[in-house]
């Protein structure tokens, strides 16, 4: 007969033996969850093999790559100085910073309206900005919105519209719910108004929270591409997911067209779409295995509370 | 009346069930929340213009719009475009299609993460479990343009995909020229994608299972297969409700753009859905016609928001938890 408490020491000292079936569960569980990594992985690999390699062995093999094919490193120092690429990439910066400060502020506003309390129109006003989340006017109305207001064209086309995201609201509006109300209320005593509460006292305390916020704002800006290619013809505008596009997807030569030196182009017609890929994606890669252990926050909020 | 709330006089009875005046109410809240309104105004104003502007544009799905008159000064036609659309010959295929492709990737692309998440449950070596996670989240960060860019890529006569198709004894072909293998391609790419990220909620629900089930279990005689049955599974069984019925509810919302990213004049007899067949009338096409797409899309949304609505009064009677 064992009693709890005697379990409960067992599973430190790990009195069960692990039996033979234990075992090869064990064995083949981590097999193949190795085995998902590698296919996880295989597809950036292959564009970082893809984009050292040799322009031509690249061209007339480009299955499986297990390494570099020749190795080269021109690709990248034509996609570093191509007029296109540079002026997409810049373009993109210029957009996350100044849709990111946009959509903390927001964010925080709304997110703070939504857990305060003993506000008379707080219901009606959360349940317009809820019915936001559940219907839209769709693609053409919006279109024909935003050329409307004279946004063609123009960054502010991409900015404006995404200035809030009400699902990062709910997430933001949680994360403030968890800070004591003693601490508002001191703050209020002191005479701190609710602009002096949000910056000096909510969000130094919700800072995981808003780490993760600005992740999923910058991500879904960094990689969006469908509003710019509705709103912006201009080529020089676009952002880098655009010119990504074009030259990956629809295979338009674009990047000859613009290059000076189209000769040079031509050597690195393949590589240089695996460079531009690996520059505009490895800053996004880098950036989220330190805020992974904070991802649980949002997505369980987001999910179920909704 | 007063405009400020009166003062409570020294010694004079408070009686807090003394109805106030509509007056008073709202000035006391002007003044106690005044700071917290202001916040929230420019979010009403961008969802006035950004939200609602567009929806009561949406009227222009009942009017023969011409961008030269606006939106006011063209004429009402009532509901020819939805009759139109019912009638499109292309209306039952993106209907088959949206249905087609959404469901297929439910039925494979929800199970996955649980069983991702099961099986990071059983490893023991929290460094292993952890670089597992790190690494099936990376594919959630890569843009939709290069996770297609490679697909095409893959898919092309000599790609990657080829290859392996003809190891398995296919024929060497563009794999995204082939009708057959349009849904696998969209169905599997979409696993790859959202597998690690759609399993952190089923992770988070394990961790807060007693730890002392297991024990119980294991003393009474349960491997851990059995284990992962009678413990696990059932601890994890109200998440899962909930989310699948969260899921049912958004089964018209293809991921468009990504159909827009793969698909081909050769395909669009099993890819084309409803809100490609409206970027390609009201958008792309020479003569855009914004009140027939508008149509379409009103079409989508209605039919959006009725699963949503049918699917949240569902999971409320099934699991108590609901979206609203």
């Known amino acids: ?306 | 009346m007063t405009t400020s709330p009166p003062r409570a006089k020294f010694g004079s009875p408070y009686n807090p069930y003394k109805r106030k005046s509509i007056g008073q109410i709202i000035a006391r809240d002007y003044k106690q929340n005044k700071y917290k309104y202001l916040m929230v105004l420019p979010v009403l104003v961008f969802i006035a213009v950004f939200a609602y502007t567009p929806m009561t544009g949406l009227v222009i799905a009942f009017k023969e719009f011409r961008p030269r008159l606006g939106i006011a000064g063209s004429k009402w036609v009532g509901l020819t475009h939805f009759e139109n659309f019912f009638n499109d010959i292309f209306f039952v295929r993106i209907l088959r299609n949206t249905f087609s492709i959404s469901l297929l990737n439910i039925l494979f692309g929800f199970p996955a993460p649980i069983l991702l998440a099961l099986l990071l449950n059983e490893v023991r070596n929290n460094k292993f479990k952890r670089s597992v996670q790190t690494i099936t989240y990376m594919p959630y960060f890569i843009s939709l343009i290069v996770a297609c860019a490679l697909i095409r890529v893959y898919s092309q006569n000599n790609g990657l995909f080829s290859q392996i198709a003809v190891a398995f004894g296919g024929t060497r072909q563009n794999l995204l020229m082939n009708k057959n293998a349009f849904y696998p391609i969209y169905v599997i790419s979409e696993i790859w994608q959202q597998i690690g990220w759609n399993s952190i909620i089923y992770l988070a629900a394990l961790s807060s299972i007693d730890q002392e089930q297991y024990e119980a279990a294991r003393i009474d005689g349960a491997n851990r297969f059995k284990q992962i049955l009678y413990v696990t599974l059932p601890g994890l069984l109200p998440t899962i409700m909930i989310l699948f019925i969260l899921r049912m509810g958004s089964v018209l919302n293809v991921g468009f753009e990504k159909i827009i990213l793969l698909y081909s004049e050769a395909t669009y007899e099993v890819s084309d859905v409803i809100s490609t067949y409206l970027y390609r009338r009201g958008i792309v096409a020479e003569n855009p016609s914004f009140s027939y797409a508008t149509a379409i899309g009103l079409f989508n949304s209605v039919v959006n928001l009725t699963f949503l609505l049918v699917f949240n009064w569902l999971a409320k009677k099934a699991t108590k938890s609901s979206l609203f």
């Open chain 1, 1 to 306: 007969m064992m009693i709890p408490s005697a379990a409960k020491k067992q599973k430190k000292s790990s009195l069960f033996r692990p039996t033979l079936g234990d075992r090869v569960f064990d064995i083949c569980n981590g097999v193949f969850l190795v085995l998902l990594c590698v296919v996880t992985i295989y597809p950036m690999y292959y564009v970082v093999a893809a984009s050292f390699s040799n322009n031509i062995a690249l061209l007339t093999n480009p299955g499986f790559l297990p390494y570099p094919r020749g190795f080269n490193a021109g690709a990248y120092r034509l996609a570093f100085s191509h007029p296109l690429l540079v002026s997409g990439y810049q373009n993109s910066l210029i957009y996350l910073g100044t849709a990111l400060p946009i959509n903390l502020v927001m964010t925080l506003f709304c997110g703070y309206f939504m857990a305060s309390k003993g506000v008379l129109l707080k219901k009606p006003i959360i349940a317009l900005i809820m019915f936001t989340m559940f219907f839209s006017g769709g693609m053409i109305p919006i279109y024909l919105n935003i050329r409307n207001l004279g946004l063609f064209n123009s960054l502010w086309s991409l900015t404006l519209p995404g200035a809030m995201s009400v699902f990062n609201c709910i997430i933001c509006k949680t994360a403030i719910e968890a800070v004591p109300d003693s601490l508002q209320e001191s703050a209020y005593i002191d005479g701190a108004n609710d602009f002096v509460i949000v910056f000096r006292i909510i969000f130094p305390l919700i800072m995981p929270t808003v780490a993760v916020l600005l992740l999923y704002y910058g991500v879904a800006h960094w990689n969006s591409w469908f509003p710019a290619s509705l709103y912006i013809e201009d080529r020089t505008r676009l952002p880098v997911q655009n010119i990504l596009r074009a030259v990956l997807i629809a295979n338009s030569d674009i990047l000859n067209a613009a290059a000076t030196e189209n000769d040079r182009i031509d050597q690195f017609a393949e590589t240089i779409k695996y460079a531009a890929i690996v520059i505009t994606t490895v800053p996004v890669l880098c950036i989220y295995p330190f805020l992974q252990r904070y991802f649980v926050k949002g997505v369980m909020i987001g999910a179920v509370k909704g």
